[in-house]
């Protein structure tokens, strides 16, 4: 879903982007990625470990690291709060993010619901 979206928003926009230098082909889900953990490492003195970020985005910390540096809630909560972009420093990062109950849902009306709003949110933006 994700890539479908992003192809469609590069293709929306091409001409900004060729104006920048940029061509479509150069993009991928890799500069998302990059770009988010980019933020959240360096956006501000108060970052979430690095433990977390690595761990969140599948990224290797080396042997020795992986074996002992693990997955922890409050650092993978604190990590995926900071992508959003909203400051850690704002009163805003406080507010708890949207929570989607699909429990009257088997798992192909929720995928059908899940892709309306996407398909919204996308033609409103």
Known sequence: RFIKMFHRVIAQHEDEFLSLGVKKNMLGSHSCRKGAITLVSTGCTVSPPMASICLQVCWSMG?????????????????????????????????????????????????????????????EN
Do not use: M
Request: net charge negative; aromatic share 12%.
């Open 63 to 123: 042997t020795v690291k992986d074996r002992y540096i693990h997955y922890g809630k409050a650092g993978n909560q604190f990590t995926g709060r900071s992508v959003t972009g909203i400051s850690s420093l704002d009163k805003e990062f406080a507010i708890s993010p949207v929570y989607w109950d699909w429990s009257d849902c088997d798992e192909e009306s929720g995928s059908k619901k899940v892709d309306k709003l996407v398909e919204e949110t996308c033609v």
